[in-house]
């Protein structure tokens, strides 16, 4: 039998003993672009060795003979056409589905001679449909997971303030209210409150922006960023949308029937050296273009400031993609890069970004179609 740690008494002040999980440490990972960021993680290691699912009365499995090491703090993304399977898999990652073989390790501890209630209690899972209790308020909601560890009261309410500001709901305003008096994208936010309620070392989202429309789905997205980079979990996200993936994950796997894997790698490698056909079909058309939304303006060979004519700018913070549209937009041929404090102190040129993406293709293995600087969707049209 395995022994599992207690849930803490009520009135312990301690965080919840991790399950599984690791202490804190900082980690360097590898993110989207060439930088190489420190991120604070908490997040657990997770192996999938030779993971099969055939579901009853089936003949065909569901998932076949699925492997993957998944490094503490990643973000991974899952990819792929409804019916191959991506739900499927993340779901015996908490064991929500029995897996017919394998074996999953977490930090490595094999989940399948784990206690799978206590499992699940320490791992945040986030779906599309929200799934908010629509008998609760949103403070209730979030609750769940720390009644059922037996918190106290005060650090209940102490814990589900600080998680309603994290995803930026303010306390005061939503705690009381019952979900459907919140929008779409807020009761989505607190679906993401409510799976880190507990804290947990691994997060499983299943296409938990999918039924939002696309400008709340694009802040969640950059909130969302905002949170993992503060929280560093170790989190496995399934989407559809080959653009979110590509936003969003630290490493990517594409996935076609039966959760087979084409390609698991990054944005950037993917964008650039599809490993075949299949991948390629998913990128479509303007995959330097969407190599340029993860590049900051930074990585550009930046000119005086004296060169940029006209007054809309970029920020230096601002991505090559950005830059690239302002450029067009404006029909300069330099415009300015500003700093923090809105001063201009460099000009981009559209030169300077094709020079990026023909210097970092050059030093990837394969070439695919990194050249074309052509946009495929009209440019912002905000004032600068
Ligand atoms: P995805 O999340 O990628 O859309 P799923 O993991 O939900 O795919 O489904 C993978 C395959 O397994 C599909 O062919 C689906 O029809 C089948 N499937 C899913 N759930 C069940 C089930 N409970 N019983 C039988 N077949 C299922
Ligand atoms: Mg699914």
């Given at each position: ?29 590898a993110t989207t672009t060439s930088i190489t ?228 790698d990054t944005p950037a490698r993917i964008l650039t050296s599809p ?12 995959a330097a273009?969407?190599r340029l939304?993860l590049i900051p303006?930074t990585e550009a060979r ?18 090559l ?31 300077a970004i094709s020079a990026v993406l023909g210097a970092d293709a050059a030093t990837l293995p394969a070439t695919g179609s990194a050249t ?13």
């Open positions: 039998m395995t022994n599992l740690p207690a849930s803490p008494e009520p009135g312990d002040d301690t965080r919840p003993t991790k399950l599984i999980g690791s202490s804190a440490t900082d980690a360097t990972i960021t420190v991120r604070n993680t908490s997040g657990a290691h997770i192996q999938l060795a030779d993971v099969s699912k055939i579901y009853p009365g089936q003949s065909v499995a569901a998932v076949e003979n699925f492997s993957m090491e998944v490094n503490p703090g990643e973000l991974i993304m899952f990819v792929g056409p409804s019916g191959c399977g991506k739900t499927t898999t993340m779901k015996m990652v908490n064991r929500i589905i029995e897996p017919t073989s394998g074996s999953i390790l977490i930090d490595g501890k094999d989940v399948l001679s784990l206690d799978p209630n206590e499992l699940r209690r320490h791992i945040g899972y986030v779906i599309q449909q929200v799934g908010l209790f629509p008998h609760m308020t949103i403070a209730e909601n979030i609750a769940v997971v720390p009644k059922l560890l037996g918190w106290s009261k005060a650090k209940i309410a102490s814990r589900v303030e600080e998680l309603l500001s994290v995803v930026q709901l303010e306390p005061g305003k939503f705690a009381d209210r019952y979900p459907k008096q919140l929008s779409g994208g807020q009761q989505q936010r607190v679906g993401v409150a409510r799976a880190l309620a507990a804290d947990p070392p691994v997060m499983l989202m299943d296409e938990p922006f999918g039924a939002t429309d696309p400008i709340t789905r694009e802040k969640l997205q950059a909130e969302f960023l905002r949170l993992q980079d503060t929280i560093g979990k170790t989190i496995i996200f399934v989407t559809h949308d080959f653009d979110e993936a590509v936003r969003l994950g630290d490493r990517i796997a594409v996935l076609s029937d039966r959760s087979k894997i084409e390609q698991f490993a075949n056909d299949y991948v390629a079909s998913f990128i479509g058309s303007g273009l969407k939304a303006v930046l000119g005086p400031a004296g060169a940029a004519t006209g007054h809309m700018t970029v920020p230096a913070t601002d991505t993609r950005e830059a690239l549209d302002t450029l067009v937009l404006t029909g300069h041929s330099a415009i300015g890069v500003t700093d923090g404090s809105d001063r201009v102190i460099a000009s981009i040129t559209v030169e074309a600087v052509a946009p495929e969707r009209s440019p912002r049209t905000e004032e600068g």
